[in-house]
């Protein structure tokens, strides 16, 4: 890393200082710009003219990704003295940044071919994609509930506009009412439960916040925390699309382009649940016997009931959507877990999970047609025989996501499952073992219905494919899948030690603040 | 002070007129954003420190938004023609950015107040308050400790009117 260190990075940061603000949000400030590169390069390209926009467009929006990733490696080994920085420079945020960059990076790539097939090919798109991942990169990375909420809508309104991208298409929009009018009530919900929280520790920032609650002085406010506490649970229960607050997710996730499908099934729940980590486990770490119950709860009614009810789901996005509904229940247990293991579990199976989950999609789109979403079971009848390949690749991301040994997904579940009993959490280990049981059935059933039955007509699955590019992402996807279970040592190592950055101290507390609240 | 004053009410009078002769929408919306700056001004310089903030939170930003978002997306603005011509404009413009990013750099090369947050309590609040009068309370951690929200905030404004000129605009 001398590379960043020539460039005049300090080897230390100290985010009390506004310069420095300006190594700490390498990536952001680069993903900025990009997107907003990205936006005027399509209007250089259209000037007036109502076009469809050039195939350049994607690859300068990878090229922005892969820009970024390459500032996030500034930020290795980079720590932060402060006592108040609004970011968090540490492994973790580092780590999660790779996984948003990497969804992303996905989604643009099972994108091409899909946007002009529906006819909405055009810049803004991507540069909402861009805009995001930085949402996303700025509420997993924040350090201050302040940024986290502002990180959270940078990531949510772009999302509400993607999801109907496709304005012709009824569903479409309907799908990004409903998601918009849910989603808002729900930033309303955290926003009044941050100032809950601000209003009975007497601070917006994390660290703050965990050294009150840490010191187990009776800070007089119990209760307003506790309302705080449950209002925040409440918005990032939306957001990690878990039972009961799951509402929304069948419908947008099924009306939504495909692409934005997988972006939000991915990213968006990498980011919340990053968030939901950094202020549960982390800030509200010492008043767990207030909502660790709570998360028991919410962990254990969305393995059930997800699973369950994705059983009878006849269409494969919206079983996907169901599935992914599950994979927030044992992403839950491995935050309830605690400890590095926990924590270094979540990184891995949240990494795994981007991949196969974005990688399924990418199936999904391959059968799709002109203007046509070919997504009900009868539809993949006969795929694995007439085009092995994606027959092949769809069975691998979906044995990974019902975790069969020899995918990334059982090496997943198996550290969720070591770190849960760890950490006393034996209870929930069974449950997500038997839900898991469950979950086989309906991943199996497609892969059944791709090779055992025969395809509705003659030529059926003849259009069936994807462009160069999309199908090489899909084929990294596959091999990181299979590589993740055999080389897994290599990525859990580095969560690893991700996950112990987390929980270092930021820095020794300048001179004894005062027990503060302004309106005391 | 009386000098400013009557620097903003010109302003004021002079931008009020603007904004009602001005053809194309978009520009009077735009000049009465500036009236509105201008009274807020006037109402700081009176003291009233809080309804002039509210002046421009409230008018200049919220409510004129939703009057250029609906004028712009009712297609209202389409006899534009560009207020910036000539060199001499662009030559003020640039001078301006350049006038303002030097002062930024020297406000951010000293030394920082230390932040509100942490350090808070009623007779910290009437410290400060006297210290840097209502409008700094409430500036400088803007400015200084909330930096970086306050930026992202923009970009989250710009994600916002792309997304809402892709879905209400007939031709994108």
């Known amino acids: 890393m001398s590379f960043f260190a020539a460039l005049g990075r300090p080897e230390v940061l100290d985010l009390a200082r506004q310069t420095h603000y300006f190594w700490a949000l390498l990536p952001e400030i680069v993903l900025t710009l990009g997107a907003m590169l990205v936006l005027i390069v399509d209007v250089i390209h259209k000037g007036d003219r109502s076009e469809p926009s050039r195939g350049s467009i994607p690859v300068l929006t990878l090229a922005v990704l892969a820009a970024t990733a390459l500032a996030n490696t500034a930020l290795f080994g980079l720590r932060d003295v402060s006592a108040n920085g609004m970011v968090a420079v540490d492994g973790f945020r580092t780590f999660t940044n790779f996984v948003y960059l990497v969804a992303a990076a996905l989604c643009i790539a099972i994108s091409m071919g899909y946007l002009e097939r529906r006819g909405i090919m055009k810049g803004e798109f991507h540069a909402l994609v861009l805009f995001a991942t930085l949402g996303m990169m700025l509420m997993g990375g924040s350090r201050d509930l302040i940024m986290t909420f502002i990180g959270l809508e940078v990531m949510s309104v772009p999302i509400y506009v993607l999801v109907g991208f496709d304005r012709m298409d009824p569903r479409s929009s309907e799908a990004s009412l409903k998601y918009f009018l849910l989603g808002a009530f729900s930033s309303g919900f955290f926003l009044y439960g941050i100032a809950l929280v601000f209003g009975a520790v007497g601070s917006t920032n994390l660290t703050y916040i965990a050294e009150t609650l840490g010191t187990g002085t009776d800070h007089g406010h119990e209760r307003l925390l506790m309302a705080g506490m449950a209002l925040t649970l409440v918005g990032l229960g939306f957001k990690v699309a878990a039972i009961p607050f799951h509402m929304w997710t069948p419908d947008a996730y099924d009306g939504a382009p495909t692409p934005v499908t997988a972006l939000m099934s991915t990213g968006v729940k990498a980011a919340a649940f990053a968030a939901f980590v950094r202020i549960f486990a982390v800030a509200f770490a010492d008043a767990g016997a207030q909502w660790v119950p709570v998360v028991w709860w919410l962990a254990a009614v969305t393995m059930v009931g997800a699973n369950l009810v994705a059983l009878t789901q006849g269409s494969v996005k919206r079983m996907l959507a169901y599935s992914s509904i599950a994979h927030a229940g044992y992403l839950l247990v491995a935050l309830l877990s605690g400890g590095d293991t926990g924590k270094a579990a979540f990184l891995f199976y949240i990494l795994a999970y981007t991949v196969m989950t974005a990688g399924a999609f990418g199936i999904v789109i391959a059968n799709s047609r002109d203007g046509e979403e070919r997504v009900t079971l009868e539809d993949y009848a006969g795929l694995g025989l007439e085009k092995p390949w994606l027959g092949a690749a769809f069975s691998i991301f979906l044995l990974s996501l019902a975790g069969f040994p020899l995918t990334a997904g059982f090496l997943g579940k198996l550290y969720i499952l070591r770190a849960a009993v760890e950490g006393g959490q034996a209870q929930l280990a069974v449950i997500l073992v038997l839900a898991s049981l469950v979950s086989y059935f309906y991943y199996l059933r497609v892969i059944v219905v791709m090779y055992m039955r025969p395809a509705r007509s003659e030529g059926w699955h003849a259009g069936a494919g994807l462009p160069l590019a999309a199908r090489t992402a899909v084929l990294a996807a596959c091999v990181v899948v299979v590589a993740m279970f055999f080389a897994g040592a290599v990525p859990m190592r580095w969560a690893e030690q991700s996950a112990l950055s987390l929980w270092r101290q930021p820095a020794p507390v300048a001179a004894s603040p005062a027990p503060a609240s302004l309106f005391r | ?172």
Not at chain 2, 28 to 38: D, E, H, K, V, Y
């Open chain 2, 1 to 172: 002070m009386i000098i400013l004053f009557w620097f903003f009410a010109v302003l004021a009078v002079s931008s009020a007129l603007l904004t009602v002769t001005r053809k194309n929408p978009v520009a009077s919306a735009i000049w009465l954003i500036a009236t509105f700056f201008c009274l807020a001004a006037i109402y700081t310089l009176l003291g009233a420190f809080f309804i002039g903030i509210i002046q421009i939170l409230v008018y200049a930003g919220a409510i004129m938004i939703l009057f250029i978002f609906v004028i712009m997306l009712l297609n209202l603005g389409n006899d534009y023609e560009p207020d910036i011509r000539g060199h001499v404009w662009k030559v003020v413009a640039g001078g301006t950015s350049l006038v303002i990013a030097a002062l930024l750099a020297r406000a951010f090369s000293g030394e920082l107040p230390a932040p509100l947050g942490h350090v808070a309590g009623p007779a910290s609040l009437a410290a400060q308050t006297a210290d840097r009068g209502t409008v700094g309370v409430i500036a400088i951690p803007l400015y200084t400790d909330y930096m970086v929200p306050l930026q992202f905030t923009a970009v989250l404004l710009l994600a916002a009117v792309v997304g809402a000129v892709v879905l209400a605009k007939r031709k994108v």
